[in-house]
């Protein structure tokens, strides 16, 4: 059974997408990414209601994940089972849903967006599950990219919003660094809106004005003209 916020959350997301585009068929499919046993039967309920359908464009955007364990360093992560677990939902899902995704849609004029983050590209002490997960991904999208020329593959590094997460990290992390930059982003309200970052992803989408499998961040400049 999935925890109410779960279930409301996404209903409210559908909300939201029926709101700014009324017609549109919106289907909610709650999985666990992290239950490998259940991936594949995940994917199938995910693109069973576009089968035999045809569109002009598909858009994935890999977005599920999880921060890990921020109370310990890297070097106490000793157990293969956690490791294991972390690494099922954040790199070994993404890179079979991606998978299918394509196969899927292979006729399709095709998009991947991977949720990334500057933890990909830069070491954050307390963080390192993270970090190590996310580089894995830029990575494995980027490898697609150069596979596929035929899909846009778009690491998306989205800016440090206001969440439970980035809360978790100002409260609990290891590193007292760690944990009074994210306090501070918090008490200077630095943090990136959510309706910024989106407008910044939708305008790079639009203008293509990046390489096929680049890791781009939200605080870098748009192609001119955007």
């Known amino acids: 059974m999935w ?4 279930v409301q959350g996404l209903e409210e997301t559908k909300r939201l997408v029926l709101s700014a585009a ?8 709650i999985g666990d990414l992290q239950d490998l046993s259940k991936l594949e039967d995940l994917c199938s309920c995910l693109l069973q209601p576009s089968s035999g359908k045809k569109y ?3 858009l994935l955007i890999n977005n599920a994940g999880s921060l890990g364990d921020v109370t310990k360093l890297l070097e106490e992560f000793t157990d293969p ?5 972390y690494f099922g939902l954040n790199l070994t899902s993404p ?3 991606t998978s299918k995704f394509i196969q899927h849609f292979k006729e ?3 998009a991947v967006v991977n949720v990334s983050s500057l933890c990909a590209i830069k070491p954050v002490p307390a963080m390192g599950l993270y970090c190590i997960g996310k580089a894995a991904r830029d990575m494995a999208v980027s490898v697609c990219a150069k596979e596929q020329d035929k899909v846009l593959f778009l690491n998306y590094a989205p800016g440090p919003m206001e969440t439970a997460m980035t809360d978790m990290i100002a409260a609990e992390a290891f590193d007292k660094k760690t944990r009074d930059a994210f306090q501070k982003m918090k008490d200077e309200k630095k943090y990136i809106s959510l309706e910024e970052s989106v407008h910044k992803l939708i305008c790079l989408l639009r203008s293509g004005g990046f390489q096929s499998g680049a890791h781009v961040d939200v605080y870098d400049p748009l192609p001119s003209g955007n």
């Not at 925890?3 to 779960?6: A, E, I, L, R, S």
């Not at 089972?81 to 677990?85: C, F, I, K, P, R």
């Open 108 to 110: 399709t004029l095709t």
């Open 56 to 58: 002009e464009q598909t």
């Open 95 to 97: 890179i079979v849903l």
């Open 22 to 29: 009324a017609g549109v068929n919106v289907h909610l499919v």
């Open 81 to 85: 089972a956690e490791l294991q677990t």
């Open 3 to 6: 925890p109410c916020c779960v």
